[in-house]
């Protein structure tokens, strides 16, 4: 299984997906919505880990163009705040909606759900 | 003033507040968030390292590394947060105009990011003045999130803050570019900027926005 984590927050999606791959999955992280695109293009991703709030391409845009380029793949946002306003969003454009910190293994456990 | 009018000023005012505790929230979530990712990472390498793989010093120093620099983002986000919090105590009171200019840049700087925005602080030199804190925070707050709305994407708006050059007992200057702000600021910042008695303009040099404080503010000065 294959994972593409997008945040802004470099030192986050890179520890996590370090502690993914310790756990078997290949995971992989970007930093921007552009950089999510660019790896996208070039490799085929099972779950997307989407930050909702991001600057200039946000999560909700983000999933709209990966979506567009692939339609099966599956997606979870985090999200710092858990706001009404984000959870109402999340929980309808996303298989799974994580307010941060979060677990790893609330983490692995919804993107099985996801793929499942 | 009315009642009904009173009530809408004082929602603005709370709203203001509330934007910036969301927003510092926010990003002490973030802080949380690294942190924990930084420590469940290192408890991975210890289980790991329990059961024979070997502990490579570089990456330990390298997540300790970090978390550190986490801890040193967060105490600067909660010391700018105290001193927001603070700025209510007093109606009015001695200030530096560049200190407050500095810390709602640095509060309003995700703000910015969401819309592809970068604040800069360009020359800013001790301006001290007497004036309402929270007033003056919040008039900075309110230009910063219209220099950004009109801001286009990708741009630079730096700001500066000098005592007035003519006269530098007579208070201070107050500089945006990057931003064209619209000549008829929006009725909240046009009160507050009463309330400061400011004088907001175009400034002298094309696409520069002035705004000029008075050494002193009364206690009631302004006041509706």
């Given at each position: 299984m294959r994972i593409l984590l997008v945040?802004?927050?470099?030192?986050?999606?890179?520890?996590?997906?370090?502690?993914?791959?310790m756990r078997g999955m290949e995971a992989d992280w970007a930093e921007t919505g552009e950089q999510a695109l660019e790896m996208a293009e070039a490799a085929q991703y099972d779950v997307a880990v989407l930050d909702m709030k991001m600057p200039r391409i946000g999560g909700l845009e983000l999933r709209r163009r990966l979506e567009e380029r692939s339609p099966d793949m599956k997606f979870i946002f985090l999200s710092g705040h858990g706001s009404e306003e984000d959870f109402r969003a999340g929980s309808a454009e996303a298989e799974s909606y994580l307010i941060k910190p979060v677990r790893i293994e609330d983490l692995v456990e919804r993107i099985h759900e996801a793929v499942k | 003033m009315s009642d009904e009018r009173h009530d809408a000023v004082e929602r603005e005012d709370l709203r203001f507040f509330g934007k910036v505790s969301a927003s510092i929230s926010h990003e002490i979530k973030n802080v949380f968030?690294?942190?924990?990712?930084?420590?469940?990472?290192?408890?991975?390498?210890?289980?790991?390292?329990?059961?024979?793989?070997p502990l490579e010093p570089e990456k330990l120093q390298q997540v300790s590394g970090s978390i550190?620099?986490?801890?040193?983002?967060?105490?600067?986000?909660?010391?700018?947060?105290?001193?927001?919090?603070?700025?209510?105590?007093?109606?009015?009171?001695?200030?530096?105009?560049?200190?407050?200019?500095?810390?709602?840049?640095?509060?309003?700087?995700?703000?910015?990011?969401a819309r592809n925005v970068r604040l800069e602080l360009g020359e800013c030199r001790s301006c001290p003045v007497r004036t309402d804190p929270y007033f003056l925070e919040h008039l900075l707050f309110g230009v910063i999130e219209l220099a950004v709305a009109h801001a286009s994407s990708g741009s630079v708006v730096t700001f500066t803050a000098t005592p007035l050059a003519a006269a530098p007992d007579q208070g201070a200057r107050l500089s945006l570019s990057g931003a064209r702000i619209p000549a008829e600021l929006p009725e909240g910042l046009e009160r507050l900027t009463r309330r400061l008695a400011a004088c907001a303009a175009s400034g002298d040099e094309a696409g520069t926005w002035v705004l000029r404080l008075p050494q002193t503010v009364s206690q009631d000065s302004g006041r509706i």
């Open positions: 945040d802004d927050e470099a030192e986050l999606v890179s520890a996590m997906a370090e502690r993914l791959a | 968030a690294v942190i924990h990712a930084g420590a469940g990472l290192l408890e991975d390498l210890s289980l790991l390292a329990a059961k024979g793989r550190l620099r986490q801890i040193q983002r967060g105490d600067e986000i909660v010391r700018n947060m105290n001193t927001f919090a603070h700025s209510v105590d007093e109606d009015v009171r001695n200030v530096d105009v560049s200190s407050v200019l500095e810390l709602m840049v640095k509060i309003s700087q995700r703000l910015a990011a």
